[in-house]
């Protein structure tokens, strides 16, 4: 994964199901904003924020984020027991992997692949 942004009404409850899900370590940006950076083992992932509704600037949110996982059975029982659910089934594309997307606890879409 390069970046990713994800946005939430519910930034408590949202960060409880990505701790769950993928154990990231996410903790308040201390700049303007409610804006939570989201990190990895190893590095910096991105970020989850509240939408701008002053702006109504949605322009971001038509974008869903794909994330690469070693074991996509072993995450999708995670996600699902942490409150999510698939939006389409798991898919294995020849020499691409296995992908699916889904809907995190908040109404947030992402996607799985897991490598071939």
Known sequence: MILL??????P??????????????????????DTWLIKDKTSYLGALTKPDTQ?????DL???????VD???L???KIISSGG?????????PGVGIIG???????????LVQSA
């Open 71 to 73: 074991n996509y059975d």
């Open 12 to 33: 408590k409850k949202t960060i409880d199901f990505y701790q769950k899900v993928f154990g990231w370590e996410i903790n308040k940006w201390h700049g303007p904003g």
């Open 101 to 111: 997307k889904f809907v995190d606890s908040q109404g947030t879409i992402f996607g």
């Open 85 to 93: 659910h698939e939006t389409s089934p798991k898919n294995e594309i």
């Open 62 to 68: 038509n974008f869903s984020s794909t994330i690469v």
């Open 5 to 10: 942004k994800i946005y939430t009404d519910s």
């Open 55 to 59: 702006t109504k600037n949605y322009s």
């Open 75 to 77: 995450v999708l029982k």
